[in-house]
């Protein structure tokens, strides 16, 4: 039996766990057969409910990582302990060691499908304009007819002339039952947004999955949605989208309460029809028992100067919180239809929280990242009538529409010689009809929250925290080091100066990049999540609007970077801007549907502007940290989305403007042109995911037919480029020429190749690899010597040190790692500097100003020399040279 603490991402435990939680944790290599043999105790030791199920497994079929997920409860542990059996038999699969109490039921009809968790019910209708017919807590409906919402404009005021909005609602059209219990259960949605007048033009748009995630007590459900952006730019303007939610209310005006969450723990508490602050006084106890939300005595203990008059005392039909930017939201509220508004208050960053309820309970929503998401807004309407309206606005009705069209208008580019000119002018890959959104995607998560009473404010800033930042469970840095897995890394060391001065300086990046997202306001529907690329010394801005230098898109792997410090540390505060990146980079820069399915865009002034497409953008080299650490199914669509990613190569070549055979290539089926550095390291990464999670004998044999390939490559990855075969999935391996690129490693093919050479040993791939990092930063005599010629494309040195560093730790070769230690310092004012860019003395909190002096770093450059620092500690930290004092 072996046994593993769990510690919450956050620090301490929970003050509640509503919704239950749900992560993922690896296992090592051979020691567990299957997920039977998991269990979950508290910090006494006490058995606790738990689901488990497979995400991978290793080559030998034995369980690599597994999703688990504990039951909702209002005293959760300080920690967990799981515990596996290595002898459990693999078909004892989910069954967990302690049944739950109360357990999630599935019920299904012909026409639906009933969720419940013991504390709500959720009925869902397998064709419908709803997401759900009803959600009730303990036999009483809180909320109705859940449907998404959008609104269609069609033009812009650019001129004269008018423009319209049309409303649409969300058609489901598949209902999927992905997990049916006891602890867990998860509900998938498909379908379109439809027309809700017949006076459309009957086209259906913005297609969307929608989860539903229950857990076994709970008395919330968490939703995710991800919609595709299928419009076209030049006359779709999305004017508004939401999720909206019919709430049944019954009694008095008076004891109907709304609760909005403001900024920094703030909330509005009002009723519908407020009793305090009136010229005559109902009475303290009346007063009292509004104020914290209980049913107020009946009338005829009221003082008569008030009870015979609430007629005169306007009800509060209508609520509105609008947050259109990162700074600022209004709250207002209004009697009804064709009166005015009246202002409340205003803030500064809302939490995304409403609630609305009577005597018999009520119903709550949070939007995750709202304001970071901006422009949002939060609905009330028909507070004062039996059916009241909830509506959570994804993006804002009162923001502009949002305007997708590219930013400039090709500035005569029509030739590729054009569009190279450009490149080397404003960095910018430019090609007609490239900069256009259609088939990007955006996902957002909210938790529905189902009350059997008004809930104390106390309670609601407990579920505000909860949507805001879901409870999560981890394993340690050491345990996650110690089954190996992503390769080569090792935990935070600061056990030596010069080891603790290179971890000074990854956490000086790290804390300097979270600084700029809140100084630059890195923030909004299609930017959350993303990074600026390049700083423009001059105007001390990052360059925002100048070609490939203003949005990253992952430019030289950012992702990974950030990842791998997540890993080594712990820190939340690192895994929090890692979840928010590939959220964004995994949706936003990577199309799901159109000619482009399964590709990228490069960096560009706008996410989707550049006409480079390419699998080194969408590679799940970025995506599989968080899907195997969080279980999240929707990350598993994005990887699932590139298994056939191969096929691309047919419709599109990576390198069509800048071939050197352009003149005779042409893409054949039977010999594509594939780029074995940052093409095969996502093909490879694709692969490898596919077949660890499914099994699937094609991703298989696609992946360790093409290593055996590049290994009978005469010059192996030196090649380059290969011809691949994509109904064989295999590379011609006959092909012999030299062909380097400074790009072709930084994309994530060193963390896969090694991965591989250890997943599956291949003599010839493993010499082939190591062949390519000895001689990558080799002189050129020892270049020569080995394959008759220098090589050209040595670029970005210190990033590459870490190719020498993994040829000196296999070979055990000291020469060699000191070697990757001068190469990493090399182009830096000194090694103690920390990297091939100048930090110059910026002190925290990092805020850059006109006349700050700002780092000489692109995000780049950061990423690289972060994921160098963290390769070279873990493979040849024993060789570090000492470094001069700081001066």
Known sequence: MIETTLNWLDGGAPAALSGGTTWGMPFARGSLAGVGGISVSDEAGR??????????????????????????????????????????????????????????????????????TGALEMVISRSSSTLFTTLSRGGVPVARDGKLVSLLQDGVHDGPGSVSREPFTGEVTAVVIEQRGPVRAVMRLEGSHRPDTHAGDGRSWLPFVVRFYFHAGARSVRMVHSFIWDGEPERDFLAGLGVRFSVPLEGQLHDRHVRIAGADGGFLTEAVRGLTGLRRDPGEAVRRAQIEGKPTPPLEEWSELVSKRLHLIPAWNDFTLSQLSADGFELRKRTGEGHGWVGISGGTRAEG?????????????GVRNFWQSHPVQLDIRGAATAQAEVTAWLYSPEAQPMDLRFYHDGLGQDTFEEQLEGLEITYEDYEPGFGNPHGIARTHELTLFAYD??????????????????????????????????????????????????????????????????????????????????????????????????????????????????????????????????????????YHLGEWRGLGSRHNVQHWGCSAKQLRISTPAYRRFYYYLTADERTGDLLSELVDSDQNFLGLDPVRKVRPDSATYRPERSALGVGLGTDWGSLAATWLADWERTGNPRSRDRLLGTMA???????????????????????????????????????????????????????????????????????????????????????????????????????????????????????????????????????????LTAVDEAPTVSTNDAAQFGLAVIQNLALIGDHLPALQPVR
């Open 47 to 116: 058995a606790v409910p738990s689901q488990a199920w497979p995400l991978a497994t290793w080559p030998d079929g034995s369980l690599k990582w597994a999703g688990i997920a504990l039951p909702a409860t209002d005293a959760p542990s300080a920690h967990y302990n799981v515990t596996y059996d290595g002898g459990a038999s693999p078909e004892a699969e989910a069954a967990p060691k302690v049944e739950p109490s109360p357990h999630i039921e599935v019920t299904e009809a012909e026409d639906s499908v009933t969720v419940s």
């Open 353 to 365: 929280f409403c609630s609305l309820s009577d005597t018999r309970g009520g119903f709550g929503v």
């Open 453 to 590: 009473a008004t809930p104390h404010t106390r309670a609601l800033a407990a579920d505000v925290e909860a949507s805001s930042a879901p409870p999560l469970l981890q394993a340690s840095p050491e345990y996650l080091h110690s089954v190996r897995v992503f390769g080569d890394w090792a935990p935070v060391d600061r056990s030596t100066p010069e080891r603790a001065g290179l971890e000074d300086k990854l956490d000086f990046l790290f804390d300097f990049y979270a600084g700029q997202v809140e100084q630059r306001r890195w923030y909004g529907f299609w930017n959350f999540g993303d990074v600026m690329h390049t700083y423009d010394f001059d105007r001390h801005v990052w360059r925002y609007d100048v070609g490939g230098y203003a949005w990253d898109n992952s430019e030289l792997s950012p992702d990974l970077w950030l990842w791998y410090m997540y890993l080594r540390s712990g820190r939340a505060d690192v895994f929090r801007f890692a979840e928010a990146m590939t959220r964004h980079t995994g949706e936003v820069d990577v």
């Open 709 to 847: 390939d590049i290994g009978a490559l005469k010059y192996g990855f030196l090649t380059g480029e290969a011809l691949y075969d994509l109904d064989k999935g295999r590379f011609d391996a006959g092909r012999e020429r030299i062909q380097v690129s400074h790009l072709s490693a930084v994309f994530g093919l060193v963390e896969i190749c090694s991965e591989l050479i250890d997943l599956v040993p291949d003599a010839a791939f493993e010499h082939a690899w190591l062949q390519y990092c000895q001689l990558f930063l080799a002189s050129e005599e020892e270049q020569i010597a080995e394959v008759g010629q220098p090589l050209d494309g040595v670029y970005l040195t210190q990033a590459h040190s870490r190719l020498s560093a993994y040829a000196a730790a296999r070979a055990g070769d000291s020469g060699l790692a000191r070697r990757a230690w001068d190469s990493f310092a090399e182009g830096g004012e000194h090694l103690n500097h920390g990297s091939a860019f100048t930090l110059r003395k910026i002190k925290p909190p990092y805020v």
